[in-house]
Structure formats: C-alpha cells, structure tokens
C-alpha cells in the first residue's frame, strides 16, 4: 500500500481542477484512484461533502466490494460500486464520474437512443482512434433510484481497460489506465457533448427528438 | 454571541465562492447566517457593496427585526426582511439570495405558472429527495419594489427548515440549516435551471410560454 | 495631483477584474479615471497593450483634449477622445469600455433601433432607478472607424454626470462618479444584454430584428 | 541560442493563459515560437501532455523539418510539421493552434464553404485592418488525419506573416510576428467566432447551411 499517498495527491490534483470548472453542483460527482491490485483497493471520494474544499477526509480506502478499510466516520460515495464495478473486471486505475449541463442535456436530446455516436470531430484522437473518419460510441442507460439495479445495467458496459458509459439526467462515468488517462478522456467526451449541443442550439436537428 | 467570528468566516467563504462564480453582478445579491438562536440574530451582507471585495465592512449583525445591533455606518442590505422571515419562521441557519442569467430566464420562461416542476433529473437527490422519479417544485413570485409587499408573498412560501424562492426577473433565495447545506441547494436548484434553459433554447418548448 | 496613485491603483483594480472575465480580446477596450478638476487630467489606458498584463506602462496621464501630460513611449488609446468628451461635459470620475460577445451581439439584434429599453428586471435597480416597473434606456450609435466622427455621435448622449452608450458591434463605454460606480453600472447592462441575448435564443422574438 | 530561455518563458506564459481558458482539453493544442533564424529553430509543445499542468518538458527545441534538437524522451507535437510550414515559409515567430467549441461549431455551420469573411465587426482592427467596413476572410480547410497530406492542404494558405487558417472540426492555426502579436489575432479571431456562433443561435441563418 505504498501507493497510498502519491494516489491520493494524483486524485486531489484532479479533484481540484474539476471543482475548478465547477463540475461538483450540490456535491455530486464522485471520483476514485486505484491504489493495490492484489487485493484491489482504491481511494473514493467520501459521500456528501463539498468538492471545492480540501481536507483529509475526501478520500478514503475501500476493497473490491467498496467497503471502507479505514477508521473513519467518512462513508464512501452512494455509487462506489459503480466504481468497485469497474476495478473488478478490468485494469482501470481511476475512474471519473461527474454532472455538467451539457451530460445531463445531450441525454436528454437522444433519450430514444441507446447511444451516441460521434464521427469527424479531431478531438476523437483523444479517445485513441487516429484514423480518418473514426467512430467513438457511448452508451447511455437509463438512471435508477436503487444503485445496485444502476450498477447491473452500468456493468453490461464495462468492457475493456478504458470506457465512457453515460447515465440519463445524471451524468457521465469515465475510466482509463490512469488518472491522467480517465481525465484525458473526460475532457474529450465533454467537448464532444458540448459541440454538439451548441450545433443542437442552431441546427435543431440532434438524434431522434 | 461566541458564534460571531465562525459564522462570519462561514459566510465570508460563501460569498467568496459565490463572487468567484461571478453572481454579485451590479453589487446584487445578499446573504446571511444565524449567530444565536434567543435571541434571534443574524449577520447579513451590508447594503451596496462590491461583493468581490473583502473587507472588515462586509456583514453586520442584525435582531430578528432586521434591526442592526452594531454601531456601524454600514446598512443591512435593503432585502433583509426578508431573511428575518426565515429566521422569525424556521430553524434555518444560512439564507442565500442570487440573481444569475439562468435564475431570471427561468422566471420569464414560466411567468404564467405559480411553480417550476423538476423531475428525473439526479441533482434532485442533492435537494433531499433520493426517491425514483422525485419531483421537486419551487414557486416563483411576483417582483415588487416595495419590500414590505414583497416579504408579505414571500413569507407565504416559507415553510420548513429548508426551502427556495424565486422572485420573478429578480433572483432566488434559499435557505438551509447551515451554511453547507444552503449552499448545496442554491448549487442544486441552479444546475436546474441551466439545465432546463439550454434544453429551451434547443426544444423551444419550456413551461407555458 | 497628489490623487495620481491611489486613481492609479483604483483603475488597475478594475482593469484586473475586467481581463479576469476576460473582457479585453485582442487588445480591445480602454479604461480611464479622473485625476484632478482644475485643469482636468485622467489616466488612461495605453494604446495596444495586452490588459491582462500588468505593468508600470499600463496607464498614462492625459488632460482635457487627451494630449499626454508624461514623457512615455505609450500612447493613449485609440478612443481616448471619447473619454475626454465625458469628462468635459460631466462631472464623471471614471470611463469604462470594453467589447463582450452579448454586448456586440445586441447591438445586431436590435440593429433596427437608436435605443434598447428594459424594463421589470430587479437588476434595474443597479442603473439607480429603485420604483416599480421603472424602465431603462441605452442609445445605440453606429460605429465609424474615423474617432473624431464617431466621438461626435457620441457626445450627442453624453449627458448626465453618469450614463451609458453602444456602439454598433463594438462594445459599451460606461461612465460614473467614481470607478465603483462605473462598475457597478457596467455589470448592470452586461446582466440586462446577456438576459436578454439568451431569451432571445429561446423565443426569437427581440427587438425589431 | 541566447534566445531559447526568453523564448520559452514566453510561450509557457501563453500556455498558461490558454489553459486558464481551458482550451486543451483532452491533450488538444500545439504551440509554438521561433528561436532562431538561421538556421531556423523553434520550441513546440511536447506531443500527448496536459497542457494545464508547467513542467521542464513542456517544450522541446526542433529544426526546420521539425525533428529534435534536444536529448529527450520527449516527441515533439505530431502536427510540428504545419508549425515547420509557417517558420519556413514566413517570418513568423510564433505558431498557436487550439481546439475550442466555438471554432470547430463554426467550421460546421459554413462547411460547403472555403472562407468565412467577417466584416463590420470593432474587433476587426485587432487583425490590423483599420478602415471602415473592412472585411477579413480565414480560410477553411477539410480535416486530413494524415498529417503530411493536411500539411499540404495547409501551406497553400501561408502567405503572410501573419495569418490564420481553420480545419474542419479541429481547430484553428493563428501566426505572428511574435508571442504577442499571435495571441492577439487568436483573440480576435475566437471573438468574431463566437459572436457569429451565437448570433447563429439566434437567427438560425448562417453561411450555406
């Protein structure tokens, strides 16, 4: 568990830069970091409190269930087992998950579809597709109150080391190999979500609405 | 009063954040925390003043009157009735008043309604309701010049411990039991509305108008 | 001209927190404060310089017809004419201009009219105009590239010791009794154009467009 | 190669703006400023980092083929070659290429065209056209993931030494004599983008869509 401390300064790094875009309204988003594989444990944000501030207490260990390791009155984040999902079956060694208006509105523009493409947009090579006219697909699944019934529908689509799944009217959940990696792919799902809805704004003409 | 210094620096923080977010526009806007309880007394923000500013002239204590209780050449802002009423009605700990773009647009979008309704949408868990399919309302009231009038309507909507107003083409106001909590709703209601008005300027088919 | 530092640091206050809202694309907008009365001299901002820079050469000492009064390299701003006309005829103690992207837009929407009109927003208040349903009005000039053309358009509403005039897809220029209140009224207009920019984009039913 | 550290601080200085304005995200952006003439060197960005974070590779030193100079584990940004176009073409000195939502919904709305001409704009002059109703025009180029082939497509439109070109979703290239002069013309360029996207949202009649 030597990772402990560097993990945790990598995860306050980004914690930091997304509440500095203001992508932690009325405390959600939730956010976690890899720190041993065998047996998996990673640092989770703690449930409930203000993302903008910077404590000891907002992050704390927990294993491949999401149950807490430490001595803390801290509870994890309510969706930690979206996380511990994640972690389970792949080698992801952080995952992102936040609301943004443009998340929450392009779901609701392709709210008849069970995903979104994008094709011909440069930003797509951040997703690591380089050849011309590359594809990116993200799912979007319907949210559910009850977490562990979200968490089975979310696990459908957890497939390779890297992925984006998008929940409806909640948000997005990114991974990827490692924290710079989950925010490299953050930033470019976000641009696309944010083009398009802009192009929505004048074209009218977005998915099946 | 031992209160007095942690709820200023409370306070202070808010504002900070709030001014961060650039929602002082034209020195707008007023806030306040509850000090002590028997009697009731609160500090609100002085009237007129540059929020991005940070001074020893920020806030002021008031009675449960609105009635200052420091000598100070500094005014309690001109809406401060209206804080006294949440103070006067409920357990609140911290009252918040914004005028935002997106707060306004909203109340024009609806102004033949008496409330918005907000469902299906995840940020509602942030405002309390963690249920499948919760709705959340706020009611919008009409803006009178004449505070007295205005506080009268006002007063008719606050009624638990918690709650949020909004005043026609003006700004919302929202309370909790502390600082945090009334924030993380004035945050929650907010992405609401962004929301609701990005999706209007795509659907064009918002409310009653 | 003992007042020459502390105007000094009042403007570049300002001037700091107009380029943190990122108000000076492209070296736009120009910036000025009064000095002293008799004869009157301001600061102005120096022609061409980036303004989220800050320097010793950022402003330089102007009189009455906007000749330089300090041996400096800089020049003062292209539009330092429209300043001195304000200062001339009004007892203002500060001059701001500066191009926004909803202040440009406007000036197209209602490119049809010599006045914009707002009316029943609580941020009116702002503009100094406290009853009931009061209304606001902002002439639009065209805009002309030769400035001693354009100045006189211009000094047509230059009237009151404060005030605000557009100029067609260039920007506001703002002017109050002192740098406060300047801000405070150019925040006020900002507020009223982007409310009324993006409820636009919702009903397309503004101005005479 | 007295210039190199005067060089580099220049243009981490723009990096560090442009990242204040969030326009890398997912990695997107090169930049970069000549060093010295004969033979031609300059420094670019390093291929594939987060532009938000400062460090000692930030930057490395090339030729005029765009090949290193410098004992690094560093890669020079994969599009240096268009970089390498300007330098050995013109008299550029400095070369700033970024993604934004503005300029890739642009190159959307006029996609059956090669140019988008802008005219009657204030902010115009800052391209260093100062005559009334004077009319820019920036070419618009299809996006090639072949970057020798999009080079080519490229350098028929590096005239001066000054300018400015857009790809197809993907962004645009602005070069200046210098550091200053080059973050001047993005400026402008990205506000009469922006102004133009947004009034687009509004009137819904833009270019040949």
Same mark, same amino acid.
């Given at each position: 568990?030597?990772?402990?401390?560097?993990?945790?300064?990598?995860?306050?790094?980004?914690?930091?830069?997304?509440?500095?875009?203001?992508?932690?309204?009325? #405390?959600?988003?939730?956010?976690?970091?890899?720190?041993?594989?065998?047996?998996?444990?990673?640092?989770?944000?703690?449930?409930?409190?203000?993302?903008?501030?910077?404590?000891?207490?907002?992050?704390?260990?927990?294993?491949?269930?999401?149950?807490?390791?430490?001595? #803390?009155?801290?509870?994890?984040?309510?969706?930690?087992?979206?996380?511990?999902?994640?972690?389970?079956?792949?080698?992801?060694?952080?995952?992102?998950?936040?609301?943004?208006?443009?998340?929450?509105?392009?779901?609701?523009?392709?709210?008849?579809? #069970?995903?979104? &493409?994008?094709?011909?947009?440069?930003?797509?090579?951040?997703?690591?597709?380089?050849?011309?006219?590359?594809?990116?697909?993200?799912?979007?699944?319907?949210?559910?109150?009850?977490?562990?019934?979200?968490?089975?529908?979310?696990?459908?689509?957890?497939?390779?080391?890297?992925?984006?799944?998008?929940?409806?009217?909640?948000?997005?959940?990114?991974?990827?190999? &490692?924290?710079?990696?989950?925010?490299?792919?953050?930033?470019?799902?976000?641009?696309?979500?944010?083009?398009?809805?802009?192009?929505?704004?004048?074209?009218?003409?977005?998915?099946?609405?």
């Amino acid at each position: 568990m030597s990772n402990y401390f560097s993990r945790w300064n990598e995860l306050a790094a980004i914690k930091k830069e997304l509440a500095d875009r203001d992508w932690f309204y009325g #405390t959600s988003g939730n956010l976690s970091i890899k720190v041993s594989n065998e047996p998996v444990t990673f640092l989770v944000t703690a449930s409930g409190k203000d993302k903008r501030k910077f404590t000891d207490h907002d992050f704390l260990l927990v294993d491949a269930a999401g149950e807490k390791l430490e001595e #803390t009155s801290s509870k994890p984040s309510a969706e930690t087992l979206l996380h511990a999902k994640i972690y389970n079956k792949t080698n992801a060694g952080c995952v992102l998950h936040v609301h943004t208006i443009d998340n929450n509105v392009i779901t609701e523009l392709y709210k008849h579809d #069970t995903h979104i &493409d994008f094709t011909g947009n440069e930003i797509i090579k951040a997703l690591g597709s380089w050849e011309q006219d590359a594809k990116v697909s993200i799912p979007i699944i319907p949210n559910v109150a009850h977490i562990p019934t979200l968490a089975e529908q979310f696990d459908r689509y957890v497939i390779g080391d890297s992925g984006a799944i998008l929940i409806q009217n909640h948000g997005i959940t990114v991974w990827g190999k &490692d924290a710079f990696e989950a925010k490299k792919y953050l930033e470019a799902w976000e641009f696309l979500f944010s083009y398009q809805v802009k192009l929505a704004t004048i074209k009218h003409v977005v998915g099946s609405f």
